[in-house]
């Protein structure tokens, strides 16, 4: 089956690129209470026990193939094999054996993507021990190391690996007990005993190959903490079967990965579940080559992802939305890059955020113009709880925030929740619960089991549900005007950014307990320098944002939504232009750029009074009734 026959586009589109992909469909049961239960009709396939299997079948099989590639200090590829990683990865993991290292003393890895740390992960791995991978922000932009410490206390680890003991020390130095082994790939931390990591490594002997045996579905394989979007990282407990099942859940979606490896251009960070688990995974379990990108989506970082993307045509891609959008300057006006970019991909994936419609339809445009097809640009939803894959769209459509259906082996319920769907999986993908945190585990299922999600779906097509279901809002963040009317933020709040797109980065959506929504800007401060006339190139910020031809753009786009607006719940009223960003130290931010709409309206709540004061400042922008 592929895309093509799948889903027919229409006939005046350019055609779809091939590509094998597993059936799609759902069969939805009613229950009496209302709830509805949603089920792929394919039968998940059987996974292995532990991951490592995979590593061992493709060190067997094709034992030259490289497995991970980062570039080195010449600008070429340092790289690493599937037969060099398994030999590695025994040999790292009979020295961690060694240390006695456990759940309740794991590994805590500070630093980001790199070869040493997929060989410490593919070592702990190997032998049973559960890692950590800790987000570098906690260590690096972090003011107090509040974030940090705490997840020391939660996970007490037993060996702490940096990249670089330098760029790390403040954090080793503040937070890591004396009692601790530290290790680092260079640059021992000053004042504190450190080992290199090329000197963690010991003969394999039988012990390191009776704790691979022993390694079952239910062993702990990492922990992984949420972003905290919606509030403190939590401790996610994953195991070995849930990876497993995963990654069998998304080679069933995305057919053509049996049969051809993946090549992958990737900087996900491995301590999120999407870079970590979904986009490694894709490439370890399917005898794939995962080249790390040091590149960012933001200015100054971008250049390196385009720099090895005019080198290294990937089969797969994956990106934020953000990420996307920083592309998009770049394959405009290269055509060079673009037609290396799309010369083999075979499936765009965006997650972790809603994309934009214009940044989706100018990319297919784009492809179009470098190889004459458009590519399949697909997403999911998952959480760090499910593994993460949970659902996926793997047809073409119109709708760029189709979520799409269950994977194999998903139940999906969906339960009726103040005229929303909230929705709860249950499946071998699923967190059992988190680490040392009871209260959390218990609030975290309902009483058949199910995980609930915190977010509401509806159907694309409520006449035909094959179609794909919506993201719909999270609970955590709707909230109820003066008048008793829902506000359902997650899809205002996507409508609002594209609307004003390119001078909205994101907004965070004001108004519980008031008469009309408001907004808090956080703009795209160059794109608004455009509007303004007669400032310096350099003006700060907030002369820019308090420009008369900044707030007349913004009155302007406000009130062209206004009148598109359905009432009171879906009107913006009033807004103001955010001078300073979302702080990570201070919840507003997740490490991964992500908006806490409760921490921002907390901390910022004076901000909120001004602009609903009965005299608001002139900072503030209301809308002319």
């Known amino acids: ?61 094709t034992p030259d193939r490289v497995l991970f590639a980062q570039r080195d200090k010449s600008g070429g590829w340092r790289k690493l094999t599937y037969a060099q990683a398994l030999r590695q990865a025994r040999e790292i993991g009979e020295a961690l054996l060694a240390r006695n290292l456990s759940a309740e003393r794991p590994i805590a890895i500070l630093s980001g993507n790199d070869i040493e740390h997929a060989l410490l992960g593919l070592g702990a791995l190997y032998a049973g021990i559960p890692y950590a991978p800790i987000s570098p922000a906690y260590s690096l932009v972090s003011s107090d190391l ?79 903490f949420t972003s905290g979007s919606t509030g403190v990282p939590k401790c996610v407990i994953n195991t070995q079967r849930m990876w497993c099942a ?7 979606a ?37 080249y790390i990108d040091d590149g960012k989506p933001m200015p100054g970082a971008i250049e390196e992802t385009v720099r090895n993307l005019r080198e ?49 339809e100018e990319i297919q445009d784009l492809a179009v113009q470098a190889c004459g097809e458009r590519i399949l640009f697909s997403t999911g939803f998952g959480s760090t709880e499910t593994a993460p894959f949970a659902l996926a769209r793997t047809w073409p459509t119109a709708d760029a925030t189709n979520m799409g259906l269950p994977g194999a082996g998903m139940e999906l319920k969906l339960v009726p929740n103040d005229g929303k769907l909230e929705a709860r999986v249950r499946g071998p993908n699923i967190t059992p619960g988190y680490w040392r945190q009871p209260d959390y585990t218990a609030a975290a299922f309902d009483d058949e089991g199910f995980y609930k999600l915190g977010d509401c779906f509806k159907f694309a097509d409520p006449d035909d549900p094959k179609q794909g279901l919506l993201f719909d809002g999270r609970i955590a963040e709707n909230f ?17 950014v594209d609307a004003c797109a390119p001078y909205v980065r ?54 062209k939504m206004a009148r598109g607006s ?33 921490a921002v309206l907390k901390n910022r709540a004076a901000l909120v009074d001004e602009i609903y004061a009965s005299a608001p400042s002139p900072r503030v922008i209301r809308i002319r009734e």
């Open 146 to 224: 509040a974030r940090l410490r705490s997840i020391f206390e939660l996970i007490t680890p037993g060996l702490v690996f940096a990249a670089d003991g330098t760029v790390f020390a403040r954090a080793i130095q503040s937070v890591v007990p004396a009692d601790v082994e530290v290790t680092v790939a260079r640059h021992p931390t000053p004042g504190r005993p450190t080992i290199l990591f090329d000197a963690l490594r010991a003969t394999p002997t039988g012990r390191i190959d009776a704790a691979h045996d022993s390694i079952g579905p239910d062993t702990i394989a990492k922990f992984l």
């Open 1 to 61: 089956m592929n895309a093509k026959s799948a889903r027919p586009a229409p006939n005046t589109l350019p055609p779809l690129r091939r590509v094998a992909l597993g059936p799609q469909d759902v069969t939805i049961e009613t229950r009496a209470d209302g709830c509805l239960l949603l089920r792929s009709p394919q039968t998940l396939g059987a996974y292995p026990p532990k991951f490592t299997d995979r590593l061992v079948h493709w060190a067997k099989v």
């Open 480 to 496: 109820k005007l003066a008048t008793g009317t829902w506000v359902h933020v997650g899809p205002m709040r996507g409508q609002i």
């Open 254 to 290: 995305i057919a053509y990965l049996a049969d051809e490896p993946p090549v992958i251009l990737d900087w996900a960070p491995w301590h999120h579940t999407a870079g970590g688990n979904h986009d490694v995974g894709l490439a370890l379990f399917n005898g794939g080559t995962f």
């Open 566 to 598: 359905t009432g009171s719940s879906t009107k913006v009223c009033r807004a103001l232009l955010m001078t300073e960003p979302p702080s990570l130290d201070k919840a507003e931010m997740t490490d991964k750029g992500s908006i806490n709409q409760r």
């Open 246 to 252: 995963n990654q069998v859940m998304l080679r069933q």
């Open 506 to 559: 994101d907004v965070v959506i004001a108004g519980e307990g008031r008469d009309d929504v408001a907004v808090l800007v956080f703009p795209n401060i160059d794109a608004c320098r455009v509007l303004c006339a007669g400032l310096r190139a350099n003006a700060a910020p907030d002369i820019v944002l308090n420009d008369a031809g900044v707030h007349a753009h913004f009155t302007a786009l406000l009130e």
């Open 312 to 360: 290294i045509a990937p089969t797969w891609y994956f990106n934020v939305p953000k990420g996307f959008e920083a592309l998009l300057p770049f394959l405009r006006s290269d055509a060079r890059l673009r037609e290396t970019f799309f010369s083999r991909v075979k499936m765009l994936w965006f997650a972790g955020a809603a994309l934009a419609q214009h940044v989706f």
